[in-house]
């Protein structure tokens, strides 16, 4: 089986770290802050949302979540974007995705102030970060290349594929591995034999959305596996061929309704590769860290402080 690489762990130290940096800064009266804007009910969004805000207390940012209802106007979503930019008291904007039919979420990110962008959605920083000078990493990909880091991965040469194109994950993975030497596929949905793809990479990233699509088929032996997936899944029959024998994910199944599953089929995948994320507690948590980081540096960089 497979090393585990603890995703919980590295991000409590940077968490850490965060805390630390945002300690200095109170001390030199700057106290950073982020705004969180919620639009709709989608329940994946809102658990994300309010583990965003408990972070943010935990570190000593502050921190405002605006709920905003599904029907809220593209005009209102707008004004509220702008009174924010222009509040100098703000340092970090968080638009979270998706948005509800019909707003359109790129046309809301265009308009977020690129120095309190703290997602790295916006285009001027999107720009930045293919030019490898990046002011704010997107950060689920920074959270995996944090992991990386944090366990020792060589990168520099090797063969890595990213399942995936999402602007949140898929691209912003790719350019940060590539500017790291890596050699570099990205796939997607029209990928000829995506298993025979995958299978040559010594570093594989999934973030396609698909429960358990990567299966041990997909494995060179050895790689190291990291799954960003975050799916619902809530076929017993599926938990069951996922996780047998394993009472307490049957035991959330019975729960919840509905039990949490990554793009990668974490036992068969696991049984091949030399190291391996599991979901939860695996890319997560640094998600949320990448975010504190973004949100101390953008309250940096504003004020021409050292990062
Ligand atoms: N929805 C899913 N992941 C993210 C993220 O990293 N940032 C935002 N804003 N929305 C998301």
């Not at 930019?85 to 979420?105: E, K, R």
């Not at 002011?135 to 990213?162: I, R």
């Not at 069951?240 to 509905?258: C, E, M, N, S």
Request: aromatic share 2%.
């Amino acid at each position: 089986m497979a090393r585990v690489l603890d995703g919980a762990a590295v991000a409590a130290e940077l968490r850490a770290r965060v805390a630390v940096r945002a300690q200095e800064l109170v001390a030199k009266g700057v106290s950073p802050r982020l705004e969180v804007i919620l639009v709709g009910e989608d329940p994946a969004s809102r658990v994300y949302v309010g583990a965003k805000a408990r972070a943010c207390q935990e570190v000593g940012v502050r921190s405002t979540t605006h709920a905003l209802p599904a029907t809220t106007s593209g005009d209102e979503l707008a004004a509220l974007i702008a009174a924010l930019n222009a509040d100098s008291d703000v340092d970090g904007i968080l638009l979270q995705l998706p948005l509800p039919a019909p707003l359109d979420g790129r046309r809301f990110l265009d308009l977020i102030d690129p120095s309190k962008d703290v997602d790295g959605f916006h285009p001027f920083n999107v720009g930045l970060l293919q030019q490898g000078r990046p002011a704010f990493v997107p950060c689920t990909p920074g959270g995996v290349m944090e992991l990386l880091d944090a366990s020792g991965v060589a990168l520099a040469g090797a063969q890595a594929v990213v399942v995936g194109r999402s602007e949140i994950v898929g691209k912003p993975m790719a350019a940060l591995l590539l500017h790291r030497h890596a050699t570099v596929t990205v796939c997607h949905s029209r990928t000829r034999d995506l298993p025979a793809v995958c299978r040559q990479a010594d570093v594989l990233v999934a973030a396609v959305g698909k429960p358990a699509l990567i299966g041990g088929d997909y494995i060179k032996p050895g790689a190291v596996v990291i799954d960003v997936g975050v799916n619902r899944v809530e076929d017993p029959q599926l938990v069951a061929r996922l996780f047998p024998g394993d009472p307490a994910r049957a035991a959330q199944l019975a729960k919840r309704g509905y039990t949490l599953v990554g793009d990668v089929d974490f036992a068969a995948a696991g049984a091949v590769a030399g190291a391996i994320t599991p979901v939860p507690g695996g890319i997560g948590p640094l998600t949320i860290a990448g975010l504190l980081l973004n949100t101390v540096r953008a309250a940096c960089r504003r004020r021409d402080l050292p990062c």
